[in-house]
């Protein structure tokens, strides 16, 4: 039964949307071959109203009227450009820097009994650490967690893979997050 098959299709099409402080660019651009270009087939503009997606939650759904906007002009010139509306399913954002943060979160242990294996209950233990301090970034609301980058594990100052059964006396494991206004 090959339609049970899981296959992964690229996307042809994507909206680009730039979020600035005065006004909303869309753009779509798609591929029609695996071997074409990718070409830009519609674009679209929209005052941002005076909203501002740096000032939180509600500028930031106030704005979605103006993305709407920009989106749907975008999408009805690609019917003037290749014969059909292309409406893609992947959306690429350009946010402002403001908009942005990131933070490395540091869990660190000495170690009593540093000739004993490492324990993977001593393991998950460093780890929800650094999960509780990325959810402080965030528990106000105003900051969303957008992503956490694969933590790096360091025995004695020393970058690891693994650090189950290993012996050492201080071990740390950090971790990148990116999050989103």
Known sequence: MDFLKATSQKPKAYSLVDVGQDTIKAVIAWQQTDMAELEFIGYGLAEAGGHDITGGRLEAEAIMASVNI??????????????????????????????????????????????????????ANLHQRVERMAQQLVKDGTWQLLTMLEPTIRLDDQIILRALARTGREISISRYGLAVQ
């Open 70 to 123: 920009a989106l749907s002009q975008a999408e009805d010139y690609s019917q003037q450009i290749v014969g059909q509306k292309i409406v893609p399913d992947e959306v690429i954002f350009s946010l402002p820097g403001r908009a942005t943060m990131g933070e490395l979160f540091i869990a660190k242990q000495v170690r009593p009994r540093p000739t004993e294996p490492i324990s993977a209950k001593e393991l």
